[in-house]
Each structure stands twice: as structure tokens, then as C-alpha cells.
């Protein structure tokens, strides 16, 4: 017998100076058509175009349930961001 338990996971909209100084993992949304927020500008720029140029690289075209994990730079002072697609 297999009992699988949900996993909670709490979502909180947080200023990007906070988030970037805080957080273990960042999670950004991105459209389709590939804008990019303002808070995920200014961690792009942070990162010196790393977030802009990720998904160039992969099949990631930020469509509904899409998703792309990369390694942070030390510059973000955080390990990964993801990438979540909206569709």
C-alpha cells in the first residue's frame, strides 16, 4: 500500500531586495511570450544575463506547467532559480 501525503508548499509575494538577500530558492513566473517581470529583470541583471539567456539552451518556452531550475550564480546569493511557466 503506497499513502501519499500532499506536499504543502506556502507561495508569498515579497519584495525582490528581500528575496534575493534571503532566499534559498528563488521562483520566478514567466509568460509565454518569454517577458520577463520586474523582479526577475533585476535578478537577470544581478546575474549578469544568465537568467536571459538559460532558456536558450533548453526546450523551455515558459508554457503552462513548464519549468527550468538553474544554478545561481554567487551573485544572488541564493543556489537555484526556477523558472515557472505560465502559458
Known amino acids: 500500500t503506497v499513502t501519499r ?5 506556502l ?5 525582490a531586495r528581500t528575496a ?3 532566499a534559498e ?3 520566478f513566473w514567466v509568460a509565454d511570450d518569454k517577458s520577463f517581470s520586474p523582479a526577475l ?6 546575474a549578469g ?3 536571459s539567456r538559460a532558456p536558450s539552451g533548453s526546450k523551455f518556452a515558459g508554457k503552462k506547467g513548464q519549468y527550468l531550475s538553474v544554478p545561481a550564480p554567487e ?3 541564493c543556489a ?3 523558472l515557472a511557466g505560465l502559458g
Open 49 to 51: 544575463g544568465l537568467l
Open 25 to 27: 530558492t528563488l521562483v
Open 80 to 82: 537555484r532559480v526556477v
Open 20 to 22: 534575493l538577500a534571503k
Open 5 to 9: 501525503n500532499p506536499m504543502k508548499i
Open 75 to 77: 551573485s544572488l546569493g
Open 11 to 15: 507561495f508569498s509575494e515579497i519584495p
Open 41 to 46: 529583470a533585476a535578478a537577470d541583471k544581478k
